[in-house]
């Protein structure tokens, strides 16, 4: 297991044996899902191409852009993306928009995706905040 994985791992642990996960999820949270994607060999422009697009999809349909981020040096991972947690109406929007661009939608997304990825996890976190925010929430 990576190290970034070992302490997120530990972080979480340590959250819940202290009893604070149930707060920290609260609706008033912000939260966001953080997605790290490993390029198949070979892929990794197509793979950009690919996000690109669906942030494109997403965007169109009003939901905020995502934020990515490059690899450059450390762990095995190629981007990783910070995308706000979407609502069923949000997701509707994004499937509507989809298909009127003529783009895959339903499980045909993960499909397409799966054809430029070695491998690809997703972790809803709270945040962003700062230390100090974080700090306030648990007071």
């Known amino acids: 297991m990576n190290s970034f994985m070992k302490y997120a791992a530990a972080a979480l642990a340590g959250a819940a044996a202290a009893g604070s996960i149930a707060y920290a999820q609260s609706a008033s949270a912000p939260r ?5 994607y490993r390029a198949a ?3 990794q422009e ?3 191409q690919w996000l690109a697009q669906q942030d494109r999809i997403a965007v169109s349909a009003g939901v905020p852009s ?3 981020y490059a690899h450059t ?3 095995s991972w190629d ?3 910070i995308s706000p ?3 069923d109406a949000q997701d509707a929007a994004i499937e509507a928009a989809a298909a009127k661009a003529g783009m895959p939608t339903g499980p045909k997304v993960g499909l397409e995706l799966r054809k430029n990825i070695a491998s690809h996890t997703d972790t809803m976190v709270v ?3 700062t230390p100090a925010q974080m700090v306030d929430r648990y007071k």
């Open 32 to 36: 966001a899902v953080i997605s790290i």
């Open 41 to 43: 060999p070979g892929h």
């Open 46 to 48: 197509a793979l950009l």
């Open 66 to 68: 995502s934020q990515l």
């Open 73 to 75: 040096d450390g762990d």
């Open 79 to 81: 981007y990783l993306m």
């Open 85 to 87: 947690v979407t609502t």
């Open 127 to 129: 945040g962003p905040l």
